[in-house]
């Protein structure tokens, strides 16, 4: 416990730089299913927030939260899992 109230602060600039932000655009990012990493269509919200769906009939999972990752990040990862890579 001492190690989380301690006061020593690690030097996160010195170690990965400084941090930037950049908007990206669609056609980079993808957003995948949070629990089988299976890609993910949203549903447009009016009144209230937009949901997610998983694609994966198997997996049947809906919220309003979904992962957004790099389309070439996925692509890797599915050829780790030895999955079939998406258009």
């Known amino acids: 416990m001492s190690y989380i109230t301690a ?3 690690e030097p996160f600039e ?3 730089g400084e941090p930037s932000v950049r908007r990206r655009s669609i056609r980079e990012t993808l957003t995948v299913c949070p629990k ?3 890609p993910s269509k949203m549903t447009p919200g009016f009144f209230i927030a937009s949901s997610y769906s ?3 009939p198997e997996c049947n999972w809906t919220g309003t939260l979904a ?3 790099d389309r070439e990040d996925y ?3 599915l050829e780790k899992q030895g999955r079939k890579p998406m258009k």
Do not use: W
């Open 7 to 9: 006061n020593d602060e």
């Open 14 to 16: 010195e170690i990965f």
């Open 36 to 38: 089988c990493f299976s």
């Open 54 to 56: 998983c694609e994966n």
């Open 67 to 69: 992962i957004e990752v």
């Open 75 to 77: 692509k890797e990862f």
